[in-house]
């Protein structure tokens, strides 16, 4: 059985969460969670909505775009912070690159 595959995460990658893990929010107490086997993860407001950006088509870039137009900020200093954010993720083993898809 192979281990988890870890990632580099830069501004080209399309990361995605791992089959095992899912983004969901918990009505009982009103936050949002990922959950994977034998393991649960809360993350911050703003990490919830990098993660629902990451689908694996976007790439880090795309995300930092589309995040620095929505708040009006250095789209420099957003980029740095999302690809902080997402290298911690998939280092915990919650983030994975999206695979190229074959016909």
Not at 68 to 92: H, S, W
Request: net charge negative.
């Amino acid at each position: 059985m192979a281990g988890p595959r870890h990632i580099s995460v830069s501004e080209a990658s399309r990361p995605v969460l791992p089959r095992h893990a899912k983004l969901k929010y918990d009505e009982t107490r009103e936050v949002w969670v990922i959950l994977a086997p034998e393991r649960v993860l809360a993350p911050d407001e703003i990490a919830v909505e990098v993660l629902q950006l990451c689908n694996g088509e976007r790439s880090v870039g795309d995300v930092s775009d589309q995040l620095a137009a929505k708040y009006a900020a250095p789209r420099e200093a957003i980029l740095t912070d999302v690809i902080a954010m997402l290298q911690d993720l998939a280092d915990k083993g919650f983030l994975t690159e999206a695979r190229e898809k074959t016909s």
